[in-house]
């Protein structure tokens, strides 16, 4: 597996000793992070809060370049929750456009990685100018076949579950089918990570004991990893730990072994 990082890591470095621990065999298929922390990270050093998000942008940079080496199937960020609305205007303005210009600008590397960008969440509920970005990356970067970047934007777990119900719904009444005759498999399909493998590991940075309203249907089974790394210091060494973690629990999925 080294080979796929001689770029970026020194042999008998901290973090080869640490990729030399993950098992390329037993690598989760999803990874979902909730990036928290860049507030703190900026008040720490008695900067605007503006200045942490920009250093999270490195920790996404890194998060997914690891992640593509690795070869993980999906990896999804938590950009964005429709709580965040109740920020400072002008803290939401800056993030707002810090996504939109982190997006343009990093798209060609995207693609050149072969990583597919998705959006989830309430996109229509994006200003038309972020929105126009976003959708243009998720186009730019449908057919390729690497690593799938989901970005939650505008998004809430409760919200996507309770939409995901009315279409399932609507779909039974279609095909005149009792509201009793619903399935999880249709409430599956009608997810923004429709078709995806279900979260393996949940990552949550700055030591946050909760999971924020974010993919509550997605982690019904999910290892979950705490850190009490701030995500701007978030980088490829913490992933490793993160996997290596994982890698150690014992799944049993409601079961026994």
Not at 81 to 103: G, I
Not at 224 to 236: A, G, K, Q, S, W
Not at 246 to 255: A, K, L, S
Request: proline share 4%; glycine share 8%.
């Amino acid at each position: 597996m080294l080979k796929n990082f001689e770029e970026v890591i020194e042999p008998g470095s901290d973090d080869a000793e640490l990729l030399s621990q993950i098992d390329p065999g037993k690598l989760p298929r999803h990874i979902a992070v909730i990036m928290d922390g860049n507030g703190r990270w900026a008040k720490l050093r008695g900067e605007p809060r503006i200045n942490g998000h920009r250093e999270g942008a490195e920790s996404v940079r890194a998060i997914l370049d690891t992640c593509g080496r690795l070869g993980i199937e999906v990896v999804t960020l938590y950009a964005f929750s429709t709580e965040n609305w109740k920020r400072p205007a002008d803290e939401v303005d800056a993030l707002m456009q810090m996504l939109k210009y982190y997006v343009g600008k990093e798209l060609e590397n995207v693609h050149r990685n072969n990583f597919r960008f998705r959006p989830i969440g309430d996109i229509e509920g994006l200003a038309a100018d972020v929105r126009e970005a976003v959708c243009n990356a998720q186009e730019r970067t449908s057919e390729n076949t690497g690593t799938i970047i989901n970005v939650a934007l505008n998004y809430g777990g409760r919200a996507e579950i309770v939409e995901a119900a009315k279409k399932a719904f609507a779909g039974l009444a279609a095909e005149g089918k009792a509201p009793e005759e619903l399935t999880e498999e249709d409430i599956e399909a009608n997810l923004y990570t429709r078709g995806l493998p279900e979260v393996d590991l949940l990552v949550r940075t700055s030591g946050e004991m909760r999971v924020s309203n974010f993919l509550l249907w997605q982690i019904a089974y999910a290892e979950i990893y705490v850190t009490e790394t701030l995500f701007p210091d978030f980088r490829r060494s913490e992933i490793f730990k993160a996997i290596i973690e994982y890698q150690q629990r014992n799944r049993r999925f409601g079961g026994v072994n």
